[in-house]
């Protein structure tokens, strides 16, 4: 597992000293073209709890693996790394776009918006990897939008857990405007890899 000190993580408990899960305002966080209507919220657990997947798990519509989801928190947070773990059999998100302190973006904002930082994904069923971010740019992150535009040739993509991990501020954040998402995917804002020309530029 890579670990954001110099030391073994095994002979300390990094993952809960930086967890941000105690500041994620789950009742809040929202996904678009989610099959079921608020299964996003199990994703988000402890990290002891990663692999668990009797909670639930988030589920892209059927020949639809595009999915977005919003995070806000509870008060601003620095965040170091994201952890996502997915699905076997292809349905595993291939690639993540992030997106800091932008409410409301929808599939077509995502799909024209120049991403924080990008990263290509692993099929990570086991919970060992996790990716750090360029850290400069993520310090005072009220809400968090992750973009998946791609998984590994499944059907659907799914999503078992994602993990943060960083510092909060003591800036609380009592005062959060509420957001209105479509229920159901617009098909024309899905484009589809022919219509894009299927590339994109990697930031590392």
């Given at each position: 597992m890579a670990c954001l000190h110099d030391h073994e993580c095994g002979d300390h408990n990094c993952a809960a000293d930086w967890s941000l899960y105690n500041h994620i305002d789950i009742?809040?966080?929202?996904?678009?073209?989610?099959?079921?209507?608020?299964?996003?919220?199990?994703?988000?657990?402890?990290?002891?709890?990663?692999?668990?997947?009797?909670?639930?798990?988030?589920?892209?519509?059927?020949?639809?693996?595009?999915?977005?989801?919003?995070?806000?928190?509870?008060?601003?947070?620095?965040?170091?790394?994201?952890?996502?773990?997915?699905?076997?059999?292809?349905?595993?998100?291939?690639?993540?776009?992030?997106?800091?302190?932008?409410?409301?973006?929808?599939?077509?904002?995502?799909?024209?918006?120049?991403?924080?930082?990008?990263?290509?994904?692993?099929?990570?069923?086991?919970?060992?990897?996790?990716?750090?971010?360029?850290?400069?740019?993520?310090?005072?992150v009220a809400n968090l939008t992750l973009h998946f535009p791609d998984n590994f040739g499944g059907d659907t993509t799914k999503i078992y857990y994602i993990g943060l991990r960083g510092e909060a501020t003591q800036n609380k954040r009592d005062v959060v405007a509420t957001i209105v998402y479509e229920v159901m995917p617009n098909p024309s804002d899905h484009k589809t890899k022919s219509e894009t020309g299927g590339g994109f530029s990697h930031v590392e």
């Open positions: 009742p809040k966080v929202v996904a678009l073209n989610e099959s079921v209507a608020g299964s996003v919220k199990s994703v988000f657990k402890s990290w002891d709890q990663r692999l668990e997947t009797s909670g639930g798990f988030l589920e892209s519509n059927e020949g639809d693996p595009e999915l977005l989801v919003f995070i806000p928190f509870t008060s601003d947070v620095k965040i170091k790394s994201i952890a996502v773990v997915g699905g076997a059999d292809g349905t595993s998100p291939s690639r993540m776009r992030v997106f800091i302190n932008r409410e409301g973006i929808d599939f077509s904002d995502a799909q024209n918006m120049q991403p924080v930082q990008e990263w290509e994904l692993a099929e990570n069923l086991q919970g060992v990897l996790e990716y750090q971010t360029r850290y400069s740019r993520f310090q005072g």
